[in-house]
């Protein structure tokens, strides 16, 4: 970290008189800046989040327990959130995201709200999971992913027999209420109708490079509405024909709004990204936080000098401006992980900013033990 | 149509006096706007093209035989331009649109050029074709279409031992010449380098909804250059699910830049319709010129009130402002039209408008006989 | 001019079995790509178009004449119109654009009208002109440059008693023709009421940087209809002194719609530079067509080797990629010159190119003897 | 505020049983969302500040005195910084939004410094202050209002031998901190050089609908650095006589960039409003946090029901979903508002709302007594 002891920084030395002075401001709301100047502007980013895994080993029992222990009537939504140690008080994963695993018994169905929030879900467990947005059912399976945005009316429910669905959200709630713009309301009928048939916007965008030329669409989100991990790994293999992919992630695909290649919310990104078996990316870090999501497979992230392990449906968190690589330890078969992000916040706002790992061959020095 | 003789159209009665002052004017190389007013301000579009149809089986026999008479070294390329009957002087097909069919022999490669005109390819027969594409090879099968945008690098080939490749271009040719911007160039070495792997923008975009995070495409045309048969009729049957279609197309997708959901190129765009079994659509008009191909069935076509009935790997087109409407044939198979227009230049140039037949259920009363 | 004797371009000798062939496929309205190749598919841009000039002394007098010689009521609009003498059959004076010259007695009105073609006004004489558009009446005067863009309902007239007003009409007329979508209707009421206040848009967007908060402008033309003279120069003025400007046109500034710096028109686009005392430019060539406006000064361009010397309110023609360079004769004042351009459909359309003169310090050898 | 205590809300009851369950939960750093997911998600926003004024009389002199106390190369810049009450944590004035008032001495020149927060400043007193911009040096007057926006090399210095300069300065620092993307660097070489004619960009773009042609601007902030109050002034004056204004906000411009009508940076957005004579508006509330600067003329707001007196340089904010509504007590001159806000980021996060007040003919009651 830079010396803040240099010319063009705050290093006013506290006197008797200062103190009288700072006083006589606080009296009418007002400070000196050079008493905080180093501080709220930093040399760099500093993360409020530390660098954490939730393993689903671990939560699965937990998540599956509160089937016995709440009902949807009084819960709500039957949902365990996952809390970086740092933001209880904003019930952040990391940075200003949120992020739950959700169970629902089968036939059961939440009711339909709306929020300024944004949503996404991405299906870990069971078959019969469904999400109705906007009038629309889709239908969802293992690794699915399914956008709800903010302003749309969406419930989800499951329809089989045979068992729980587990799904994780992720939502922008922190970001939104610090941005103090969330509301939230109650369908009037609790449930909406079906007006649109199954499935309707997959079968619209079903495929790269054509879309219907119906009247224009102004929304800031994407009209497709699942994106599924069949089409997604399909996407993966064939781009790893055709391009070597990022030294730093590996065979990468975003998901986008397939009328603009822009991201699927304004304020949530999701990528899905594939390791090559034994492939371990360079370093590097960025403005913006990251939730990961194991899709497939198992290896290790090495986040600011500190490895953690992952197997399949382990969710884990990259902090803003944290150095973080990734490692797929398997010799024969490729590893993905999901992940979903304030990226398009930070580009929308012109504040995302990248730096590669330049020591080392591009690989951090381990700086703390491993997590287990 | 409309009177002229009207308040507000030109109405001035020719005299001596009149002539005199004209011929004045001509002196200095000008003329009285009224006495051309009413004609080149007419009250709605005209259109220089007839409507036209080019049947397959008349044509394929001379297309391959100029195997015979030319060599692609003195012809450049063997095509033979289908001409309409109205617009020799621009070698068009329709409005401002070339077309016409190219044949290659096995072991074949026509050198690479480049030019300002704007071009794409749409597969008839032969298995071996190729092209390619700022030095990516791009292969391709019947009814693939494939895009060569201007400015860029291409040249085609034929490596199959089994026989002739035939292929329909279209081109701006005549629309660039009009406005004066065509230029061409001959590659220096005759022939590119293959810089990227096999089908790698086929591959880099091959499903809907993801997208690579690679820096930003500041082109005016797609990045993708195929568009494969099998997935644009996965597509329109699966869109054929989610919607009714068009009254007026049937289930119509459009070709589209994967990153801009806009038009393939800035002056070309490129649609495929589905007519389902015995589906009969209603008539409309439009400016912008479109030329069609027969890609899957048999049907007919109205235009302007002629009925033109057509098979596979027939081509015919609509001039601006012609009414039209499509009709399938078959009682239980579906039927496809491949198509491309000049829309990309209406809508760019705010030129575009449309008009639905709103008389005798939206079907056009036949004023001429079958065209055979 | 390069050769067309090399491999890529066509070579084909006829031959009495060739021509044989060439019959047979006229008889489908069909014919052989390379019998036209190297001509529709030129090395370089070829203009339809002659450089020329139109002398305001000379014509003036014959403009003033169609007052005594046709009524509005019958002519529709009293126009003398400029055309090239390689494009009498387009009505155009040089590529596809149209001008004229239209002259209104004090106390006429025209009818109102729109249509597809696109218009704009450079005020020549006279005091009380005013155009309505769209419900806004817009008041002008000498030099300023007035947009009625494709689809507005549009009426001039002259309000002073003093004299006859005198203005450039400038269309793309012939460019719509050509691309077959015009339209065009008489106003049922012959004149529109005038809804807003005089001269609204000019003063909604009188000042550089601010704009009113009202609800998006989703329409393809400058929601500011009257740009004018006094502060188009105070801009020149102030641009000068932040600004070399541009090697081959000086300082100059183009029309644009404030609320997204484009053109003012989708088809028409529309400048002003000034040329400071003395200035002579280098020479330079590019796609699209322009029309010159002489609003001050006076000097001489040298278009493709031709000196055509100019003075106030003459107007002159630059053809499509003809080099072109320009020279204010007076050592002590500035000239400025107005001029209108299709380069918003080279942009759109992607086919706008530049060069410039690379020889003999970026003058052009004079190859004819200087137009008097 | 509407109640909790419905379906579709978290209505689950503790017990022993779930408070051991949540002991669990925590142990894995996860939660379960029923216990605070009423109180993240809300019905509507909840802004973090209250409403808030600033009296420039009763800071004017503790501002002076700072003068006194500190020099610029210890306190980097001395700045009284204004802190609403509950924003103590983030040094903000309302929401995420940071304003201080800043002076400097004649002869005084800060250090050139850049940071990812964008900035900028509205002048109140002094005649020879300035500020350099990226190698441009802006003069400044007052009610002047100047850009440094984010990632731009900016200093700032007082030339005039006569007195203090006094202006406010408006950041994002806190929504950077909040984003975690805050950089900073002070110049190598601890002042820039300047290599641009005086007010190069303000000469540029000196006048509405007229720009250069010059290479495209891709950065996401204005290219016009400067807006000076003449032409503010001036162009509220002429927008008064075209449009009547909006109910909430009278006649009110947005300070823009003149290459896309979009805001200023994208962060912060500016307006400037001016209230006619007598004038009182109709109340309204939004998404966003705005600060207000009081640039001529008297009067008063009511902010959620509490009145505001203010006079010139008066410095108040409105937070996020607050009713407001102002009023100009002059009986015969208008007043003017300087504001700047967050709306770039509510409008690109698409989580912008508004709502206007039904009741009561649009006049809030009044709720508490006048504050003085």
Redesign the interface.
């Given at each position: 970290m830079k010396d803040d002891n240099?010319?063009?920084?705050?290093?006013?030395?506290n006197t008797p008189?200062?103190n009288a002075?700072y006083e006589?401001?606080a009296e009418?709301?007002?400070?000196?800046?050079?008493t905080?100047?180093n501080d709220?502007?930093?040399?760099?980013?500093?993360?409020?989040s530390v660098p954490?895994i939730?393993?689903y080993q671990?939560?699965r029992p937990?998540v599956l327990?509160?089937l016995e222990?709440?009902r949807p009537?009084?819960?709500?939504?039957?949902?365990?959130?996952?809390?970086?140690?740092k933001r209880h008080d904003?019930?952040a994963a990391v940075?200003?995201l949120?992020t739950?695993l959700q169970v629902m018994n089968p036939g059961e169905a939440a009711?339909a709200?709306r929020?300024?929030?944004s949503a996404l879900r991405f299906i870990i467990e069971g078959e019969g999971a469904y999400t109705i947005v906007e009038g629309e059912r889709v239908s969802l399976n293992r690794n699915d992913f399914v956008i709800t945005p903010?302003?749309t009316w969406h419930e989800h429910g499951n329809d089989t027999g045979s068992g729980p669905c587990i799904w994780q959200d992720g939502l922008d709630?922190?970001l939104?209420?610090?941005?103090?713009?969330?509301?939230?309301?109650?369908?009037p009928d609790?449930h909406q109708r079906v007006t649109?048939?199954l499935?309707?916007?997959?079968?619209?965008?079903?495929?790269?490079?054509?879309?219907?030329?119906?009247p224009d669409w102004r929304k800031?989100?994407?009209p497709?509405l699942k994106?599924s991990w069949t089409?997604?790994y399909?996407?993966l293999c064939?781009?790893a024909?055709?391009?070597e992919g990022?030294p730093f992630?590996g065979v990468?695909?975003?998901?986008?709004?397939?009328?603009?290649?822009g991201p699927?919310m304004?304020?949530l990104g999701a990528?899905?990204q594939m390791l090559r078996a034994g492939q371990a990316t360079r370093a590097h870090r960025h403005?913006?936080?990251v939730i990961y999501h194991v899709a497939k497979g198992c290896g290790y992230s090495i986040i600011n000098g500190q490895r953690f392990d992952w197997e399949e449906h382990d969710i884990f968190c990259v902090?803003?401006?944290a150095w973080h690589e990734h490692a797929n330890l398997s010799p024969d078969d490729d590893a993905c992980l999901f992940s979903f992000s304030?990226f398009p916040?930070?580009k929308?706002?012109?504040?995302?900013?990248e730096e590669a790992y330049a020591l080392n061959g591009g690989h951090q020095l381990m700086t703390q033990g491993q997590e287990n």
């Amino acid at each position: 970290m830079k010396d803040d002891n240099v010319e063009g920084r705050a290093r006013v030395v506290n006197t008797p008189q200062l103190n009288a002075y700072y006083e006589q401001l606080a009296e009418y709301e007002a400070g000196a800046l050079w008493t905080v100047a180093n501080d709220i502007e930093p040399w760099e980013p500093k993360a409020h989040s530390v660098p954490m895994i939730w393993r689903y080993q671990q939560l699965r029992p937990l998540v599956l327990r509160s089937l016995e222990l709440v009902r949807p009537q009084e819960a709500g939504r039957r949902v365990i959130m996952l809390v970086n140690p740092k933001r209880h008080d904003v019930s952040a994963a990391v940075g200003l995201l949120y992020t739950g695993l959700q169970v629902m018994n089968p036939g059961e169905a939440a009711s339909a709200h709306r929020h300024m929030a944004s949503a996404l879900r991405f299906i870990i467990e069971g078959e019969g999971a469904y999400t109705i947005v906007e009038g629309e059912r889709v239908s969802l399976n293992r690794n699915d992913f399914v956008i709800t945005p903010n302003g749309t009316w969406h419930e989800h429910g499951n329809d089989t027999g045979s068992g729980p669905c587990i799904w994780q959200d992720g939502l922008d709630i922190p970001l939104i209420n610090t941005l103090e713009a969330n509301f939230y309301e109650v369908h009037p009928d609790l449930h909406q109708r079906v007006t649109r048939p199954l499935d309707a916007s997959y079968n619209t965008y079903s495929h790269a490079g054509v879309r219907p030329l119906e009247p224009d669409w102004r929304k800031a989100y994407s009209p497709l509405l699942k994106y599924s991990w069949t089409h997604t790994y399909e996407a993966l293999c064939q781009y790893a024909q055709a391009s070597e992919g990022s030294p730093f992630d590996g065979v990468m695909l975003e998901y986008v709004n397939p009328l603009t290649g822009g991201p699927v919310m304004p304020t949530l990104g999701a990528t899905m990204q594939m390791l090559r078996a034994g492939q371990a990316t360079r370093a590097h870090r960025h403005t913006g936080n990251v939730i990961y999501h194991v899709a497939k497979g198992c290896g290790y992230s090495i986040i600011n000098g500190q490895r953690f392990d992952w197997e399949e449906h382990d969710i884990f968190c990259v902090p803003s401006w944290a150095w973080h690589e990734h490692a797929n330890l398997s010799p024969d078969d490729d590893a993905c992980l999901f992940s979903f992000s304030d990226f398009p916040v930070m580009k929308a706002l012109s504040i995302y900013r990248e730096e590669a790992y330049a020591l080392n061959g591009g690989h951090q020095l381990m700086t703390q033990g491993q997590e287990n």
